[in-house]
């Protein structure tokens, strides 16, 4: 049996899709109520991680395979067919839907990208959940309204790129005409008596626009009383060739993926572009100058390159336009899979197995989450996207052959390759072009460095660009203090020892001791100074103390940066608020601290990483010894200690009680470290 | 059977718009991790603020920093005070008649500073107003003194949220007419400031000197020629702000043209 037949034959069975709707149904509700109520921190959320980091990668690379297949287990769609059964008014679809349905869904498209890069939707779960929750109500209102899957055909913001994408993939539905003509009961748009007809509005025997949109539901193979229905595997863009009636909205639509994609490397990699672009002060407003602009430059070029060959072939230039946009579409395909396949499947793939584990109660691993090293990743990327460049120029070859004569063909040809030749060159440009300031990387985890932005630092990056450069400068000097202020610095420690991820986690467990609103608490009462106490004063009793450094001058590079990071990260909390999560709890059990007791569970729990002399390891500070925090530290005191421990220790699965870590502290504090010499 | 499908779909659709709307609602908080606990997001309000209001364990820091903004002389010597610019130490709205207005101003700090091609915190800021405006050397930073204004600073910026744009801060702004006459601006100063500030500008009691030995050095902002008319424009006579643009313009370049002492750096 070859698998053409062997996919009619599954088409056919009565419990195709269902088998498979449901339970993608039940794990999208599942995935929506961990978005909703799981945790906030963006690379510990299933519902983020298996949305954006596995569905969204793959999404690409199924349209090519095996079309818009997603589209008939697609929950959103179950989610219209449930209504419909349920409530359904079946009202026709409006005529301006049928019209200008494909221009809407690009602009509810290029929306949400835009939203993404103002936002962060893939960061956020409250963003992310209210995405969904948004789409699904837009299916209830198609289901209850309107008949069929009006929605998933004319408006899901999804269905542009999902057009483009399987009208070049490799399966394709046909109908033999020769069968058809002879057809009065038309069951396959119409339905049977157990199945419904084509939830899409599509009729078999026309073939034009069966494969940018069928479901592959199956729906035509089990009414179809004269089996004339087959599938027809084919070469990837083989759907392109000879194209009877190219569609200007689709060309248009391939043009503006070009801009998408190139939107994506910029903003994704370096946003401080858009900063004061066309000298608009709003970050938001410049970002989407700058998008405009991006997704217009590809459409205008396209337009121009059209306008020239349509001189030189004397026809129509929305014609020219129609015709040629397509050639564009393996390229834009390549870019959307370096990008979100490679990028995010590659570099974050191990990440929603890592939450899985978590949540089913297993220990947390603490390795790499990406699946291949970063230069193997790179070199797929460049690989990838020169095979759609070379793709996309065979297209525009085979375009100019079906549709000119002689001559004309290399001259309609030739433009289109002159144009591509420009494209290419500026994909490899933004794709590969660093950030002027890279922020450093703090824990091995690629995906560690982004701040959850639901409780809300904002990105060090993203400061205006009057105070950036300090706001960088104190990243550094928080990350690795004793490279970025060695003069300052009289340990192997840095401010992110304690203060996991410079600060900007918030005080959840594993999350160290959060900074972020330090700068809306301070200046406060302290006992060291039995005084108010500004933040000034606190980071420099960090750095003689925790440090076991100097005081920084006031009025020294370093300081200010460190202060206007700080206050970077504190942004919008007003100031004396209560910042809940500043506060660390501790339960009093009464328990006498044992360092004897100690002493056993940190050869158990603490020895591996810290090593059993206590002086720590490539990845793990020093917590005794000439290395570590002086005695004047508030660490060495345990009731600052305990508290650390017990949210905080083993990293990344904290199982301490509040007894070990008291037993803990009793133990560490107890060994040999450097002195306080201001110590009264 | 109409009417009962009918209202089957309104109770659909009133379920997924709740479903929708709360974490919409939630959106305008932000939750700490356990989904309790939430901070609003404030805008910046002015409303009137008495430091006395301050929390016990830093209430002497802000009263002390208090004292030391409306009376500075009393601490330092001296004939200038903070409080000659930031009229009622800083607790006023700005704009006419309030001078420069300090509430908020701790929310706004680390920033570019115009003058210099760096960022500066609010205790650089502090300095800066010492050695530059007061002619003052400032106290040094971890002393009582240091640490009381900056806790009067922030106490009285409390709510006020972290790099919002406080309106009412700075002077409010204003394109002078670029002429100014300083001959003219004598006149101006004999009839409306000679009376209070001294024929010799070295101001009374109650008022600043405002050129020769006791007064800002000529690093001062208000050694410069735009911020001091509109200073003037908006606060002098003080409580009663009456002059013309042109008078502004006229008498800041006639007190700008008087010696004032150099300032020698920090």
Known sequence: MNISQFIKNILSRKWYPAVLRWPTALFFVFLVYVLLYGRTEARYNLGLSMTWFLWWSILPLMFLVVGRFWCSICPFAMVNDLVQRLVGNNLPVPMFLKRYGAWITYLLFISLIYTEFILGIVLSTQISAILMLTLATFAVISGAFYTRRTWCRYLCPLGGMATIFSKAGMIELKAQPSICAKCKSMGCYKGGENTPGCPVFLVPRISENQPANCTYCGNCVKNCPNDSISIEIRPPTRGLWFLQKPKLEESFLAALFIGVGLSLSIMLRSQHWAEGFLGIKNLNLSIAALYVSVLAAPVLLLYAVSRFVSYRTEEPVSIVFARFGYFLIPLAFANQLAVATFHELLVNGKLSLYNIMEMIGLHRPQSATALVSMEIIKVFQILVLLAGATMSGFLAHRIAKSNYKGKQVTGAFIPFLLLLIFIVPCYFYFYFAEPEHKPTEHLQSPVAAMPSLSFLPPKPENAPTGIREYVLAGLNIMAETSRYAPAFTGNALSCTSCHFNSGMESNRKEGGISLVGVAAVYPKYTKRHDFSTDLVTRINDCFKRSLNGKALPVESKEMVSIVTYLTWISKDIPIYADVPWLSAKFPDTGHKPDPLAGRLLFGQKCAACHHMDGLGTKGAPPVWGQGSYNDGAGMSRLDRCAPFLLSNMPLDYPDLSPDQALDLCAFINGKPRPTFMEKI | ?266
């Open chain 2, 1 to 266: 059977m109409n009417l009962i499908r009918n209202c089957m779909l309104a109770i659909i659709l009133a379920i997924v718009f709740a479903i929708i709307v709360l974490p919409y609602y939630g959106g305008l908080c932000a939750f700490a991790d356990d989904g309790t606990t939430v901070v609003p997001r404030y805008m910046p309000v002015y409303r009137d603020i008495n430091p006395n209001d301050a929390p016990e364990n830093i209430h002497n820091a802000v009263m002390s920093g208090y004292d030391i903004l409306i009376n500075t002389p009393g601490y330092f010597g001296g004939k200038l005070s903070c409080g000659n610019c930031h009229f009622l130490g800083g607790l006023t709205k700005g704009g006419k008649d309030g001078g420069i207005s300090l509430l908020g101003a701790a929310a706004t700090y680390p920033r570019g500073s115009a003058g210099e091609a760096k960022v500066i915190d609010l205790q650089t800021a502090v300095r800066n107003c010492f050695s530059k405006s007061l002619n003052i050397s400032p106290p040094p930073p971890q002393s009582r003194q240091m640490q009381s204004i900056i806790a009067y600073l922030h106490w009285i910026s409390h709510d006020i949220p972290i790099y919002s744009k406080v309106p009412w801060l700075g002077l409010p702004p204003v394109s002078l007419p670029q002429n100014p006459d300083a001959q003219n601006g004598g006149k101006v100063y004999s009839t409306h400031c000679a009376k209070c500030h001294a024929k010799d500008g070295s101001g009374n009691k109650a008022t600043p000197p405002l050129w020769g030995q006791n007064s800002y050095t000529n690093a001062s902002p208000f050694n410069n020629q735009n911020i001091f008319s509109a200073f003037v424009l908006f606060n002098m006579p003080k409580g009663n702000a009456k002059l013309s643009q042109q008078q502004a313009q006229n008498v800041s370049s006639f007190i700008m043209s008087q010696s004032r002492p150099f300032w020698v750096g920090k």
